[in-house]
């Protein structure tokens, strides 16, 4: 059974730092996308970045700088690094895997976490 298990998660404060992490369970990724998409209270589920089977990594303009997305294949984990939040970052984030098709589509994805909550302080 695949699972996707978000963490790192939590409280910061603008202009401060988080680092989120997505361990995968069940099969290997190794070969397939992995991302991250994210959703505020009223707002629709938004691309935040991802990065492909071979490695090439996509960003969504408004965290490109800030944000860096990894992944350690030998843990079978996918890495989100967030620097400089804003305000407009608080979400909760969701960890998505193999894409077969657009990777800002949602619908893209087959394999979803439960996502963790991120909380920006002014």
């Known amino acids: 059974q695949v699972q996707l298990i978000e963490s790192g998660g939590g409280l910061v404060q603008a202009g401060g730092s988080l680092k989120l992490s997505c361990a995968a369970s069940?099969?290997?990724?190794?070969?397939?996308?992995m991302g991250w998409f994210r959703q505020a209270p009223g707002k629709e589920r938004e691309f935040v970045a991802s990065v492909g089977g071979a490695g090439s990594t996509f960003y969504v303009p408004s965290v490109k700088g800030r944000f860096t997305i990894s992944r350690d294949n030998a843990k079978n984990t996918l890495y989100l690094q967030m620097t400089n939040l804003k305000l407009e970052d608080a979400a909760v984030y969701y960890c998505?895997?193999?894409?077969?098709?657009?990777?800002?589509?949602?619908?893209?994805?087959?394999?979803w976490g439960q996502g963790t909550q991120v909380t920006v302080s002014s």
């Open positions: 069940g099969r290997t990724f190794t070969g397939y996308g």
């Open positions: 998505v895997a193999q894409n077969s098709g657009y990777y800002e589509h949602p619908s893209s994805w087959n394999y």
